[in-house]
């Protein structure tokens, strides 16, 4: 739209020059008329007579002037405002671009930032949606432990239950053949009991010493050889044990062999009888070993009391050689020979 107004703004301008002419020829003419003015005092009367036509073509010329100046000024007013015009129109339209131009960067930065935020909430989705699948996988993986917890718990209630009816059914095992080792005891107890001779007359006393580390001393047994002794009696005692569990343990591995049906009882195979009469052999000899326990035992208490090495049926010292070689004997070798005690 400016285009067009500053081409016949343009246009008006090469026309005005040819306008700006004309004053030139008129002041020419009037140049021209000036001298006729001044020649007039020469014929006064012949100038008296033209100066009316002469006033009216000069007020003429000079309204012809004025119009052109007039005029003049019109056009260049009128430039003026076309120019002023085109100028606002510029600016108008530069002004226009410019609001185009921030209007653009707005909606790019708007845009901008939309494509931001969408960005950001599509960042926060995915976020969101990874931290709800990793809850997820580990509830899975919790939920799983706790399973494998629970058929854990499950298998060990299950093995315990079971351990526990071998255990009942051990320990009922272990309570039958206590009970027999134990009627078995008290029969060779009550044998020994009934073998055994009335008591002597009371004994003479054994006259006490000093006492040092558990062992009574007396006058006819020093410290050094009681504990010598008792130190004998308490490594024999370990060697007995050992002997009488190791041979119960072997006769009660005979009974379980013949409970689990591993021996043959028949005419043609003998192995029922000769296991037989190796558990008796065995449950014998664990009887004598645990029967010597007991003697050491009550060889031990009597190192205590001040009763050690004196003869259960005289009152007399024991001589230290058998002492020596039966730390647990309670009886002499003449004693024992006229039939007045066991040992």
């Known amino acids: 739209m400016a285009k067009p107004k500053t081409a016949r703004s343009a246009g008006s301008a090469k026309k005005a020059p040819a306008k700006k002419a004309a004053p030139a020829k008129k002041s020419a003419a009037a140049k021209k008329a000036a001298p006729a003015k001044k020649a007039a005092p020469a014929k006064k009367t012949v100038a008296k007579k033209s100066s009316v036509p002469a006033k009216a073509a000069a007020a003429k010329k000079a309204a012809a002037a004025r119009k052109v100046e007039a005029a003049k000024k019109a056009a260049a007013a009128k430039k003026a405002a076309a120019a002023k015009k085109a ?53 899975a993986a919790k939920e799983k432990a706790k399973e494998r917890e629970r058929l854990a718990a499950v298998r060990a209630a299950e093995k315990a239950a079971k351990d526990a009816e071998r255990a009942a059914a051990k320990a009922e095992k272990d309570r039958i053949r206590e009970e027999q080792r134990a009627k078995k005891e008290a029969e060779r107890l009550a044998a020994l009991a009934a073998q055994r001779k009335p008591e002597p007359p009371p004994k003479p006393k054994p006259v006490l010493a000093e006492k040092k580390d558990g062992i009574q001393t ?32 072997e006769a009660n591995a005979l009974i379980e062999d013949v409970e689990m049906g591993d021996v043959q009882f028949d005419e043609e195979g003998g192995e029922g ?41 005289s009152g007399l010292p024991i001589p230290r050689e058998r002492l020596q070689a039966l730390p647990w004997t309670t009886e002499m070798v003449q004693e024992r020979v006229g039939g007045l005690g066991r040992r």
Do not use: P, W
């Open 87 to 139: 100028a606002a129109d510029r600016k108008a339209e530069q002004a226009r671009r410019n609001a185009e131009r921030r209007a653009a960067e707005m909606a790019r930065k708007k845009a901008a930032r939309e494509r931001e935020q969408e960005r950001r909430r599509l960042a926060k989705e995915r976020e969101r949606a990874k931290v709800a699948q990793q809850k997820a996988r580990e509830q």
């Open 218 to 249: 007396t006058k006819d047994f020093d410290f050094g050889f009681l504990s010598a002794q008792r130190e004998a009696l308490i490594e024999m005692r370990k060697q007995l044990t050992k002997q009488a569990d190791r041979l119960e343990d």
């Open 273 to 313: 009888d000769t296991m037989v009469v190796e558990r008796e052999r065995d449950l014998v000899l664990s009887a004598q070993a645990r029967q010597q326990v007991e003697q050491i035992d009550a060889a031990l208490a009597r190192l205590a009391t001040g009763d050690y090495g004196y003869s259960e049926h």
